[in-house]
């Protein structure tokens, strides 16, 4: 097989890069990994370069090249079925698939208002009824998730929907959102893995930094 190779952006902001990027540490699938840094005063005109949309993140495998973060992850389920990135219950595999999608695709208040930046020093916004909107979402899905499947993590084992949720952890954190028993557990365990805490730290140590999702 080929050689995977994930070019991703800022580990600071690209809560984007992270998602298969952090899916492919904890799943142990080995990866080249690239990190092409936002340029502003370009419009990262330099993304061009390797992917159809000029967005990040893009994986390369061999010849193929594949865009957007959740084709990316489905992509990896797919060639590397025995790594559990998916649940092995059908039923628990649709429900995973269902609250990636709409993390994917939703919480457009959360995003813009509180995005993700792993050196913020932390401290608390007031949030828009929106983006507590979006919030109070995301507590109904990990508690319902959490309650059926037993935790830790929202399927019971690390799966794609954790790697989509991610980011979420940071922003909870960093912007001092106040937790429910279920969030708190939750966040705490998306936080003690290594491949977390490596992104965190790099994000952290990064120099560069973009105004306009510095909150």
């Known amino acids: 097989m080929p050689n995977l190779k994930l070019i991703i952006a800022n580990k600071k902001y690209s809560s984007w890069s992270m998602r298969p990027w952090l899916a492919m540490k904890v799943a142990s699938i080995d990866f080249e990994e690239e990190l092409s840094r936002f340029?502003?005063?370009?419009?990262?005109?330099?993304?061009?370069e390797f992917s159809p949309t000029k967005k990040v993140p893009v994986l390369q495998h061999g010849e193929h090249t594949i865009?957007?973060?959740?084709a990316i992850l489905?992509?990896?389920?797919?060639?590397?079925?025995?790594?559990?990135l998916w649940p092995t219950d059908r039923i628990a595999r649709a429900h995973a698939r269902c609250?990636?999608?709409?993390?994917h695709s939703g919480f457009p208040?959360?995003?813009e208002q509180c995005p993700m930046n792993m050196a913020r020093t932390p401290g608390k916004l007031d949030l828009t009824e929106e983006t507590q909107t979006d919030v109070l979402r995301i507590e109904t899905i990990w508690a319902?998730?959490?309650a059926q499947y037993g935790g830790p993590f929202l399927f019971g084992e690390f799966t794609i929907a954790d790697a989509m949720f991610?980011?979420?952890v940071n922003r909870i954190e960093v912007y001092e959102i106040p937790k429910t028993n279920a969030m708190e557990a939750y966040c705490a365990t998306v936080k003690s893995l290594t491949a977390f805490q490596e992104w965190e730290h790099a994000g952290a140590a990064e120099p560069w930094i973009c105004e306009n999702v510095e909150v």
Do not use: K, Q
């Open 39 to 48: 340029d502003m005063g370009t419009m990262h005109a330099h993304f061009w």
């Open 67 to 70: 865009w957007d973060s959740l």
């Open 74 to 84: 489905e992509y990896l389920a797919e060639i590397e079925p025995e790594r559990g």
């Open 99 to 103: 609250v990636s999608n709409e993390m």
């Open 109 to 111: 208040a959360l995003r």
């Open 144 to 146: 319902d998730c959490l």
């Open 166 to 168: 991610a980011p979420v």
